[in-house]
Nanobody, 124 residues
Framework: QVQLVESGGGLVQAGGSLRLSCAAS????????MGWFRQSPGKEREFVAA????????CYADSVKGRFTISRDNAKNTVNLQMNSLKPEDTAVYYC?????????????????WGQGTQVTVSS
């Protein structure tokens, strides 16, 4: 069992930046893909970004391409999400999760061991 804890969320003005971090404990996750998802009130949880086990391949939702960057440090069991040029529509609770066998399909059902989430609020 792996436990994930997200941090780094907060309040930021439109156009600003935040860096989210996900710390893993319980086991090494260096062989697993990792992903970031987000959810706003009344909406489905949606894919944001993912990174493969070695960190040499990344995927992004169209809505965040060019603005967000996912990275990982397997030696420290962490995955990060650098968020730049933030928009009010980025406001959501952000979750990290471990990818399963078919993680590259990028659906919420392909990920597990969800963290508790961290709130990101972007004001206009």
């Amino acid at each position: 069992q792996v436990q994930l804890v997200e941090s780094g969320g907060g309040l930021v003005q439109a156009g600003g930046s935040l860096r989210l971090s996900c710390a893993a404990s319980g086991r090494t996750f260096s062989t697993d893909a990792m992903g970031w998802f987000r959810q706003s009130p009344g909406k489905e949880r949606e894919f944001v970004a993912a990174i493969n086990w070695s960190g040499d391949s990344t995927c992004y939702a169209d809505s965040v391409k060019g603005r967000f960057t996912i990275s990982r440090d397997n030696a420290k069991n962490t995955v990060n999400l650098q968020m730049n040029s933030l928009k009010p529509e980025d406001t959501a609770v952000y979750y990290c999760a471990v990818g399963g066998r078919h993680w590259y399909l990028l659906g919420v059902d392909m990920f597990g061991s969800w963290g508790q989430g961290t709130q990101v609020t972007v004001s206009s």
